[in-house]
């Protein structure tokens, strides 16, 4: 499909999702999915300033089977601020899929936890809760770098320079996007 022909397909998405990255989210995007067109290119469009990377990862992941099962474009069109899980969301679409409106910026960021260790009781279950907050944190941050791997997938962007700039909140205006290749094109 010739890109002005895509162009015109994105200033009528089918799938508008806003707010915060939760099960209130997910709910609406299937309720919306759910009333698209069997025919594609099916648009979908979110602004964001992020939530939980879990739910965009659901979201993601059923754009992924449908695309994989049904042959169906899906494209991804982010507007004014698409944070932390929306850039989560992103990841699951191809780059040639990734279209930011102009003055969008992207945040990326590694994951985060805040959690209370307490140690106290028989010295077997001290140890087990220990090495049970260890073994959370090395799958987060194998889900982490899953994530950032499937992001720059496509672009001019290395593993080392995402995972190097995530802990400072890397935000990303939509022309840099465009520069490094995270998207297709601004709008």
Not at 147 to 169: C, H, L, W, Y
Request: proline share 4%; aromatic share 6%.
């Amino acid at each position: 499909m010739p890109d002005s022909d895509r162009y015109a397909l994105l200033a009528n998405p089918h799938i508008r999702l806003s707010g915060a990255v939760d099960q209130d989210m997910y709910c609406s995007f299937r309720q919306q999915l759910e009333a698209c067109p069997a025919t594609g290119p099916i648009i979908i469009t979110i602004t964001t300033l992020g939530g939980d990377p879990e739910v965009a990862r659901m979201m993601g992941d059923d754009v992924r089977l449908l695309r994989e099962q049904s042959g169906l474009a899906m494209m991804f069109l982010g507007k004014i601020a698409v944070y932390s899980a929306g850039a989560t969301f992103m990841s699951f679409f191809p780059v040639d899929c990734r279209f930011l409106t102009d003055t969008t910026r992207l945040m990326i960021h590694e994951r985060q936890i805040q959690k209370t260790v307490n140690v106290n009781g028989p010295l077997r279950t001290c140890g087990a809760t220990l090495k049970a907050t260890l073994h959370e944190i090395e799958h987060s941050i194998e889900i982490e770098e899953e994530g950032f791997r499937a992001i720059i997938k496509g672009s001019k962007v290395n593993f080392e320079t995402i995972r190097d700039r995530a802990p400072e909140n890397w935000y990303i205006d939509c022309r840099e996007a465009l520069k490094l290749g995270l998207i297709h094109d601004v709008i």
